[in-house]
Antibody, heavy 126, light 106 residues
Framework: QVQLQESGPGLVKPSGTLSLTCAVSGGSISSSNWWSWVRQPPGKGLEWIGEIYHSGSTNYNPSLKSRVTISVDKSKNQFSLKLSSVTAADTAVYYC???????????????????WGQGTLVTVSS | DIQMTQSPSSLSASVGDRVTITCRASQSISSYLNWYQQKPGKAPKLLIYAASSLQSGVPSRFSGSGSGTDFTLTISSLQPEDFATYYCQQSYSTPSFGPGTKVDIK
């Protein structure tokens, strides 16, 4: 059973950098999966931030791309998120999740978030 | 960007009711559509992937259908543990979620 656990500061100052880590247990981060970050502002919906493969390949949400960096540490079986120049609008619960993709041999792979961390609230405030 | 909409935004239902939630994509996404359930203070849970495939361990009262731009999540007989918010998500391009449908007790 794969488990994911987010960690990092719960309070970040405006214009600062939000940094979170997701520790993966019960499975290897070097498996054939992507690893993703999703956030949810209080009382609002879900927003995909980006994803990383164990090779270091990344994909980011275009709306956040200029401020986001996702990295992987295979030796620690974890991946991390950095979001720079934060404002109050970045206050949210941040989730890490595993992306499982099924390849049929034709067309795009079918991908979905099958395992999630419990989430961690990050507040941007002075 | 592919925009996802859901209707209704909320609904009230009773235990045993049949509940249907609709999700619409701004362009065709074939069957690249997933459904999640989220309870307050908890992470989302995958229910349905590829529009109609039931995730392992999810009760069979949940079902999904549709392709192209219009999709449906159906709960055949609502149970007390099903009161939650439901999100659709497309994986055809940059992942995006619908705004959610909150199901509460009538």
């Amino acid at each position: 059973q794969v488990q994911l656990q987010e960690s990092g500061p719960g309070l970040v100052k405006p214009s600062g950098t939000l940094s979170l880590t997701c520790a993966v247990s019960g499975g290897s981060i070097s498996s054939s999966n992507w690893w993703s970050w999703v956030r949810q502002p209080p009382g609002k919906g879900l927003e995909w931030i980006g994803e990383i493969y164990h090779s270091g390949s990344t994909n980011y949400n275009p709306s956040l791309k200029s401020r986001v960096t996702i990295s992987v540490d295979k030796s620690k079986n974890q991946f991390s998120l950095k979001l720079s120049s934060v404002t109050a609008a970045d206050t949210a619960v941040y989730y890490c999740a595993r992306v499982l993709c099924r390849y049929s041999g034709y067309g795009l792979p079918l991908c979905y978030f099958d395992y999630w961390g419990q989430g961690t609230l990050v507040t941007v405030s002075s | 960007d592919i925009q996802m909409t859901q209707s209704p935004s909320s609904l009230s239902a009773s235990v045993g009711d049949r509940v249907t939630i609709t999700c619409r994509a701004s362009q065709s996404i074939s069957s690249y559509l997933n459904w999640y359930q989220q309870k307050p203070g908890k992470a989302p849970k995958l229910l349905i992937y590829a529009a109609s495939s039931l995730q392992s361990g999810v009760p069979s009262r949940f079902s999904g259908s549709g392709s192209g731009t219009d999709f449906t999540l159906t709960i055949s007989s609502l149970q007390p543990e099903d009161f939650a918010t439901y999100y659709c998500q497309q994986s055809y391009s940059t992942p995006s979620f619908g705004p959610g449908t909150k199901v509460d007790i009538k």
